[in-house]
Nanobody, 125 residues
């Protein structure tokens, strides 16, 4: 079993930054690819970024390229999503998810067996 917990969300002004963290409160992230998804009110869930289990491969949605950076810490037990130059369109509930993917990661929700509870990110003046 694996239990995930997100942290680091909150309210920021446009142009500001936040760093989200995804950690395991039960089990370890070492064997899993980690994806960040988000869902804005009334909209479908979308993939934001993901990182392979080894940390060697990362992917970003076009809407966040150049602004967001995903990484794993040295112990491979926490995954971060550094979000810079935030704009109101980034407002959403953000979820981290873990899945047993080999090699590169994909934005296929059903391939992720474990999900965090979600955390609110609000970008507003």
């Amino acid at each position: 079993q694996l239990q995930l917990v997100e942290s680091g969300g909150g309210l920021v002004q446009p142009g500001g930054s936040l760093r989200l963290s995804c950690a395991a409160s039960l089990g370890t992230l070492d064997d899993y690819a980690i994806g960040w998804f988000r869902q804005a009110p009334g909209k479908e869930r979308e993939g934001v970024s993901c990182i392979s289990s080894s940390g060697g491969t990362t992917n970003y949605a076009d809407s966040v390229k150049g602004r967001f950076t995903i990484s794993r810490d040295n112990a491979k037990d926490t995954v971060f999503l550094q979000m810079n130059h935030l704009n109101p369109e980034d407002t959403a509930v953000y979820y981290c998810a873990a899945g047993p993917m080999k090699g590169r990661c994909y934005y296929v929700p059903t391939w992720y067996g474990y999900w965090g509870q979600g955390i609110q990110v609000t970008v507003s003046s």
